[in-house]
């Protein structure tokens, strides 16, 4: 089964938690078992799993992202502007595996599944993809 | 098929070697072709594809992660002081997935599956979820 | 069905668009509808998703790439003198996971698969696992 969502971003980069939008596609399956595959159809955002206890977290995340690949670098060539954006994509990846069970997402205490926007703000989309087994 | 094993790591940083483990957890299944999703259920914690066969090449990615990404970095947020760790989770990545042929994990000759320690030493889970095909 | 593919590098850094050969394995298959893991068996080479409009991105990842983690850090301790390529391996990822709708990819607009040496040039295999579902 594959379903598509739509995620609208507010900033040029942010984490936007999107797992209870994903557990809700599961449950909406008649697969009970199996992996999730969350796909992101971008290549200036990409899909982490991480801690949403605290916001600092993503805070800090995004912080680093930018300290270690800063927009601005004058050795860029690509004339768009947003090299930073597509490195950044690809250091985190563009998708997310997760294991389904009794229709549920196997998630740790303080796992979340976060779109991450590099160059936004933007519609974008994160496909979900059900296996069974 | 979803089997979960516990690692014990000892340091707060290390890259541990559970190769073996996984490929027993194959062995024992009665899947022998397929994929093998290994999935950490930490966010301070990876899983990443690495030679073996030189201890001093996770040496490096551990020294030259801690040189990217320091824990001591003043403009972090997040209270708990352990930021960096949460950022190398990230950019290593929760989850590798893995070729299953004739009961085997398909590993190149160097190839070792490691799990990543960035804020131990903890007790940690990795879950191994195996897919028929 | 596991197919495997070679890649003939020509530079110890490359990026190498792969779409059209992995679409080609799965155009070939009889899997219509479920996932392709690409697979790469190396560990100083890897696998992203990242736009093919513009080769000036790849390029920029590269530089970026070597800027984070130069070749000559005194340092690094491995005697082969390639820690930097099992680094990057272990930044960008040794496998990508693909959505299969209709016996073709499920990419994005500007999206590309790309084989990323760090350590050529080289003879080099990516494995494709196609699973129905």
Known sequence: MLETLTVQTTRRAE??????????????SDITSGIAVCYVPHTT????IQENADPDVTADILYKLDALVPRDDPRFRHAE???D??????????SVTLVVRASAL??????????CEFDGPRSRHVH???LRG
Chains 1, 2, 3 share one sequence.
């Open 15 to 28: 984490l936007i938690d999107i797992t209870d939008r994903i557990a809700a596609v599961i449950r909406g």
């Open 45 to 48: 955002a990409g899909l982490t």
């Open 81 to 83: 502007g947003n090299s």
């Open 85 to 94: 954006a597509h490195i950044k994509a690809s250091l985190i990846g563009s």
């Open 106 to 115: 196997v998630l740790g205490t303080w796992q979340a599944i976060y779109f």
């Open 128 to 130: 979900v993809k059900l």
